[in-house]
């Protein structure tokens, strides 16, 4: 089922499979939406409450102002979460959708369960990737967004799993199409403003998963496992033949991690 709520005065598109006792809630990535879940929802769906949502400024969810902070994310997270009666469940986020799960787990820690960062990181960004932010920023103000859609969808993706996932990065290209420019530019400001995150896990007291690809070129293997030394209390599971976008790449493989975690943990 999918609806629209009013999620801490945020218009936002989310997609709820209503049935399951435990509760699985999913935050997609930049420049993706919900949609990105598709395969995933399907493989949970019988043993969990699967919820999604378009993350505000991307798919069809509102744009509200020129930064969205994780913090209002978080809270727009939240509040979804109330109108649909949730009080708790496994928090999973995919690249940023990372980054709003761990300022939603630092604001709203009663309602985690469970946290699993999937091709994301504690970290803040560098001053270079802020610098790259900001050119971004500058190409899509300057009416050049259509230039990402066709070079960026396809890096996501281990070069020997392009071919075979073509219609996928079809399907992001038109998704960062349809991204209105100003929610673009709105999440990569906050982004680029979010705050070192790696105390909220080590205190967070739940638990924690990485689930992080070999062949990832956004978070390369030497800076996933300098993440996993800095948070000895969190599970790593490693996608051998995925680089960023496990979660289509391997989404057989991320399901039954995803399931076991649920379960032992």
Not at 45 to 73: A, Q
Not at 85 to 104: D, E, P, R, W
Not at 202 to 230: C, S, T, V, W
Request: net charge negative.
């Amino acid at each position: 089922m999918e609806k629209f709520l009013l999620a801490h005065g945020c218009a936002t598109r989310v997609s709820d499979t209503q049935k399951g006792d435990k509760v699985v809630v999913l935050l997609h990535g930049y420049l993706e939406s919900l949609d990105i879940w598709e395969g995933l929802t399907t493989l949970l769906r019988d043993n969990y409450r699967v919820i999604s949502l378009d993350i505000p400024g991307h798919g069809i969810s509102e744009v509200k102002g020129e930064i969205h902070t994780m913090e209002f994310l978080a809270d727009v997270v939240a509040g979804a979460m109330n109108e649909l009666g949730v009080s708790s469940g496994t928090i999973i986020g995919h690249s940023m959708g990372g980054y709003v799960a761990l300022t939603f787990a630092e604001r709203h820690p009663q309602m985690v369960d469970r946290l699993v960062l999937l091709h994301s990181s504690p970290n803040a960004d560098t001053e270079l990737k802020k610098s790259n932010r900001d050119r971004e920023i500058e190409l899509i103000l300057s009416g050049k967004k259509d230039l990402l859609a066709k070079l960026t969808p396809s890096l996501g993706f281990a070069e020997k799993n392009r071919l075979r996932f073509k219609n996928h990065i079809n399907n992001l290209s038109d998704q960062i199409i349809m991204t209105e420019p100003e929610g673009a530019v709105a999440l990569l400001r906050g982004m680029a403003a979010r705050k070192d995150q790696n105390d909220v896990m080590l205190k967070l007291n739940k638990p924690e998963l990485f689930i992080f690809g070999r062949l990832d070129d956004y978070i390369p293997e030497a800076a996933a496992l300098e993440m996993a030394q800095n948070q000895p209390q969190a599970k790593v599971v490693w996608l051998e033949n995925s680089a960023h976008m496990g979660l289509v790449e391997e989404v057989e493989l991320v399901a039954n991690v995803i399931d076991t975690f649920i379960q032992e943990a």
